[in-house]
């Protein structure tokens, strides 16, 4: 069976419940780390695109906590495959949750005129969803540019390890503070800082077409794939120890490996040749 035949969920999974004072201690963590970051780098202000999902919507509270509401500029970039609810909801957290100033900027446009230059991807689903995801990339660049900011990244550890982000795209950033977090972590955080039920626990997609949900791209649940990560390609267990211990098929397993070590180019600088002297 492959990871792409239907939802995979493992009959157990690893316990990944933090404490309280881990919660806080992680809190804490990441909002020094934002404002080094921003230090380090002579600025005063950060850049955040916010989806309406539950990885952006932690970033940015933590952002607010670490340089203040008033230093923290949102985008909100619809396209048209985003479901309208979820741009409800990051206008929601902008205004209403955290108080950011924001802007909300239409991205198809853009899209349009990069696919009248090369029509030949239009109908290229996978090339023009991640074409939708560079946009927004270049879009934060603007405006941080423009305001003397950083971008500040959203991407969890679960998605890095397995290379599910868009190079050049959402891995385009100048820092990711919640990249320690494997995704049932970043629930766990969100719900400890106070980000609404409905926010933690809803579904999660990078929306690069129409219906599309993380867990059903990926071909398994969170929690199986955060036990998977844990305990074989961070851990060290061997597959077939992890495939007993999860309850589920060795192949499961070996196709999140193929996953981690073919997005490996992902989570690295571009490489050029050794030096010839």
């Not at 809190?27 to 600025?43: K, P, W, Y």
């Not at 990560?229 to 490996?257: F, K």
Request: aromatic fraction near 6%; charge should be negative.
């Amino acid at each position: 069976m492959s990871i792409t035949e239907g939802l995979v969920t493992a009959d157990e999974t690893l316990d990944f419940g933090l404490s309280e004072s881990e919660l806080e201690a992680h809190r804490e963590h990441i909002t020094a780390f934002i404002r080094d970051q921003l230090e380090a780098a002579g600025v005063d202000r950060a850049v955040v695109a916010l989806s309406g999902g539950i990885d952006s919507t932690l970033t940015s509270h933590l952002t607010v906590e670490a340089v203040g509401a008033e230093n923290v500029h949102g985008l909100v970039m619809p396209s048209e495959v985003n479901r309208s609810e979820n741009m409800s909801d990051a206008e929601r957290v902008a205004s209403e949750l955290l108080g950011v100033e924001y802007d909300a900027v239409a991205i198809e446009p853009i899209v349009e005129a990069f696919l009248d230059a090369y029509p030949d991807a239009a109908d290229d689903q996978l090339a023009t969803g991640n074409l939708r995801v560079r946009t927004r990339a270049v879009l934060n660049y603007l405006v941080a540019n423009h305001e003397d900011a950083l971008v500040i990244g959203t991407g969890n550890r679960s998605e890095a390890l397995v290379g599910y982000f868009t190079k050049y795209g959402d891995g385009a950033v100048d820092c990711h503070p919640i990249a320690n977090l494997y995704k049932g972590q970043v629930r766990q955080l969100a719900r400890h800082v106070g980000v609404p039920a409905d926010l933690t626990e809803k579904t999660a997609s990078a929306e690069m077409w129409v219906g599309q949900t993380d867990e059903a791209e990926l071909g398994m649940d969170y929690p199986t794939l955060d036990s998977v990560l844990a305990l074989h390609v961070e851990g060290g267990l061997s597959a077939s120890a992890t495939a007993r211990e999860l309850g589920v098929d060795e192949r499961v397993v070996e196709e999140v490996r193929a996953l981690y070590e073919a997005s490996e180019h992902k989570r690295n600088a571009p490489p050029g040749p050794d030096p010839l002297y």
